[in-house]
């Protein structure tokens, strides 16, 4: 499956008042060119912080559900956050990472994801419910199932890498994104 693709599954599944805050890189720019909302926030640049506000969010919005779209490099960079969101475990966090092996957007570099699976990680942590994916099919079902429960929940899309690199870049400035997010979010 390629990362569009598990994005196109993704997407229409979330509905408009649900917060999302996303990873940098191509995880940033697909949700962008998809599907631009005013309760996205675009990480543009901080790589590995996505996961800590969602949990900032999370825990202030707890009527909230509030989505993570990661990249498996972005997690990586900041693992410890993993252990943070399990101990806090936010009943309304749900944590989704894009996981194609590589730092794509700067130039495809082998992550240690390969070798190292981020969703026994976060099982470990302490998630309430961890599931795995690598089939286009089944991302609409397990996303779906996992919203329902209770969390902190993470759900592992297995993709290629092989996000399109004509894909343009957020056109918000970071000032426009937090507003729109802070306005959306109430």
């Not at 940033?28 to 506000?53: P, Q, T, V, W």
């Amino acid at each position: 499956m390629k990362g569009t693709e598990a994005f196109q599954e993704l997407l229409p599944l979330i509905k408009d008042d649900e917060p999302v805050v996303h990873a940098n890189g191509f995880i940033c720019r697909e949700s962008f060119a998809l599907k631009d909302r005013k309760a996205n926030f675009y990480m543009i640049g901080s790589m590995g912080l996505a996961s800590s506000i969602g949990l900032g969010v999370a825990l202030c919005k707890p009527e909230k559900k509030v989505i993570i779209i990661d990249g498996d490099g972005n997690v990586l960079m900041a693992l410890g956050t993993l252990a943070m969101i399990a101990a806090e475990a936010p009943e309304n966090l749900f944590h989704v990472v894009i996981d194609n092996e590589v730092y794509e957007s700067t130039g495809s570099q082998r992550s240690l994801s390969g070798k190292v699976q981020l969703e026994e990680i976060a099982k470990s942590s302490g998630y309430k419910n961890v599931f795995r994916v690598e089939k286009k099919e089944d991302v609409k079902p397990q996303f779906l199932r996992l919203k329902e429960l209770p969390g902190p929940n993470f759900l592992l899309i297995k993709v290629e890498p092989c996000f399109d690199h004509s894909t343009g870049r957020v056109t918000h400035t970071p000032e426009e994104i937090t507003e729109r997010f802070m306005e959306a979010v109430g």
